[in-house]
Antibody, heavy 116, light 111 residues
Framework: EVQLLESGGGLVQPGGSLRLSCAASGFTFTTYAMTWVRQTPGKGLEYVSS????????YYADSVKGRFTISRDNAKNTLYLQMNSLRVEDTGVYYC?????????WGQGTLVTVSS | DVVMTQSPLSLPVTLGQPASISCRSSEGLVHTDGKTYLNWFHQRPGQSPRRLIYMVSNRDSGVPDRFSGSGSGTDFTLKISRVEAEDAGVYYC????????FGQGTRVEIK
């Protein structure tokens, strides 16, 4: 069974940083591209970033480009999202998922709150 | 980006009655592999979205057969034949053919 467990969320002030992690199990992690999706009060569900299975190609939504960095450690079956220069509008629940067109498998999410 | 537009955004339904949600995409969703990756999700409060339907009309394991998906091109529909109390929540369509995008969500409320 595919399991994805996000962690690292919390309360941070505007301009601050957080690093999210997503521990994967139940599938061959190195086979799959992975993605971060967020759910915010302002925009609902929104693609944030994705990375190919080897980690050599990364993609970002315009809203986070230059501030967020996606990465993965295939030896640890873990996906990361480094979030810098956080804004109030980044507040929401962040989900990791297998980045496949049928979108089957998501984690439970981790809450990020950006507030002073 | 492909824009996904759902209607209605709010849907009050009586128990045992049918319900229907429409989803329209700003462009066709046929992938280069020939498949159409239009998926439907259900989200209850405090939970992550759970996929119900994938590739337009395929029900996920454990999804009751009162749920059905249909459509092609840019117009898609999710139908519930007889609404039950557990069907309350928010339903989202999403396309996976290109960079993922999601509809705004339709809140189903049991009257």
């Amino acid at each position: 069974e595919v399991q994805l467990l996000e962690s690292g969320g919390g309360l941070v002030q505007p301009g601050g940083s957080l690093r999210l992690s997503c521990a994967a199990s139940g599938f061959t992690f190195t086979t799959y591209a992975m993605t971060w999706v967020r759910q915010t009060p302002g925009k609902g569900l929104e693609y944030v970033s994705s990375i190919n299975n080897g980690g050599g190609s990364t993609y970002y939504a315009d809203s986070v480009k230059g501030r967020f960095t996606i990465s993965r450690d295939n030896a640890k079956n873990t996906l990361y999202l480094q979030m810098n220069s956080l804004r109030v509008e980044d507040t929401g629940v962040y989900y990791c998922a297998q980045y496949i067109a049928a979108a089957c498998c998501w984690g439970q999410g981790t809450l990020v709150t950006v507030s002073s | 980006d492909v824009v996904m537009t759902q209607s209605p955004l709010s849907l009050p339904v009586t128990l045992g009655q049918p319900a229907s949600i429409s989803c329209r995409s700003s462009e066709g969703l046929v992938h280069t592999d020939g498949k159409t990756y239009l998926n439907w999700f259900h989200q209850r409060p405090g939970q992550s979205p759970r996929r119900l339907i994938y590739m337009v009309s395929n029900r996920d394991s454990g999804v009751p057969d009162r749920f059905s998906g249909s459509g092609s091109g840019t117009d898609f529909t999710l139908k519930i034949s007889r609404v039950e109390a557990e069907d309350a929540g928010v339903y989202y369509c999403m396309q996976g053919t290109r960079t993922w995008t999601f509809g705004q969500g339709t809140r189903v409320e049991i009257k």
